[in-house]
């Protein structure tokens, strides 16, 4: 097994050394941007302090497992505060809620604004299924909605986000909040997907991709719809923001496109929002101030249930 796991990096190799440079970088850049999409390192620069007077609640539990503990980041002065609640990515099986590119640049803008931040941990492969952590999702934000009065927040005010693979998770509850709902949840204005290009598992299953998706997916195509957000997304969806990055080798702009085009006919709100970032960077530079953080606040804005 680890000598299949080497063949890419082996192919590599062998084609480099006969000459075939230009197909040698290719396989190294299929390598590279599939460990980017699994492995969220725990590395940000510039990174911002959090404002004087945050309260960290540190480890709520949201179930019995665990990994189903969620940190809540308070404002000094929270009153009917409105709810950002994010789903950090990892390739469905790493990761963690306090990575500082999960959550450092995005607490210190939103928490000075006097927003409520919590940054939530789930269950992972191979012990669950992609469809449990959904559910793992859902179980949270209803636990959080519950909770939110008693934090100086508002249940009716929440804004679900998540990266790479916490993205495909909030993309597969919002095409279809009856999933949520039926672990307790309320609905939401609205969820940013940031960076997914998993929004449609089927068609990812039946063309070339990187290993990480048959971790994910496995072979059952019917689990395949289940797990696709472009398949199960339904009139009741809730309005999303798709951020894309447009440097990706695997194009995920291409798929955000499709499920808003696929969001239009059904009369639900679906933008897409294509930024000049790498993957991580998506994740790592939002709230820093400039032109991509001022679109997802436009987002959050028209929603009508935030200020800036």
């Known amino acids: ?43 940000a620069s510039g990174s911002t302090p959090l404002p004087p007077g945050t ?27 409105p709810v950002i609640l994010m789903v950090h990515g990892g390739g469905w099986r790493r990761g963690d809620k306090t990575m500082s590119q999960v959550v450092d640049n995005k607490a210190a803008r939103w928490v000075a604004q006097g927003f409520i931040f919590i940054s939530i941990n789930y269950r992972m492969l191979p012990k669950a299924d992609v469809l449990t952590q959904a559910d793992d999702v859902a179980r949270a934000l209803a636990a959080a909605q519950s909770r939110a009065a008693a934090w100086g927040g508002d249940p009716a005010r929440f804004i679900l986000m998540g990266h790479s693979a916490g993205a495909h998770l909030v993309a597969l509850l919002s095409a279809a909040p009856a999933r949520a709902q039926a672990q307790g949840a309320r ?9 997914s290009a998993a929004l449609d598992a089927v068609k990812i299953m039946q063309s070339r991709h990187y290993r990480l998706y048959d971790k994910a997916f496995g072979k059952d195509e019917a689990f395949w719809k289940s797990a696709s957000p472009f398949h199960v997304l339904s009139a009741t969806a809730t309005p999303m923001l798709l951020v894309c990055s447009t440097t990706r080798p695997d194009k995920p702009c291409d798929q955000a496109d499709a499920f808003a085009a ?34 997802v606040e436009l987002f959050m804005r028209s929603l009508g249930v935030v200020r800036f």
């Not at 960290?56 to 940190?71: P, R, S, V």
């Not at 897409?272 to 001022?294: F, I």
Request: proline share 4%.
């Open 55 to 81: 309260k960290l609640l540190k480890d709520i539990a949201y179930g019995e497992a665990d990994a189903q503990k969620m940190d809540v980041y308070l404002p000094a002065h929270a009153e009917h505060a």
């Open 1 to 43: 097994m680890k000598h299949l796991k080497l063949l890419p990096f082996m192919l590599a190799l062998l084609l480099a050394l006969t000459g075939n440079s230009a197909n040698a970088g290719l396989f190294r850049d299929r390598a590279a941007q599939g460990t980017e999409l699994e492995q969220d390192d725990d590395s």
């Open 262 to 295: 696929r969001a239009a006919a059904l009369g639900i709100r679906a933008e897409v929002s294509g930024q000049a970032l790498s993957h991580k960077e998506v994740n790592q530079k939002l709230g820093l101030p400039g032109a991509y953080t001022d679109t």
């Open 187 to 195: 609905s939401w204005p609205g969820t940013v997907v940031l960076d």
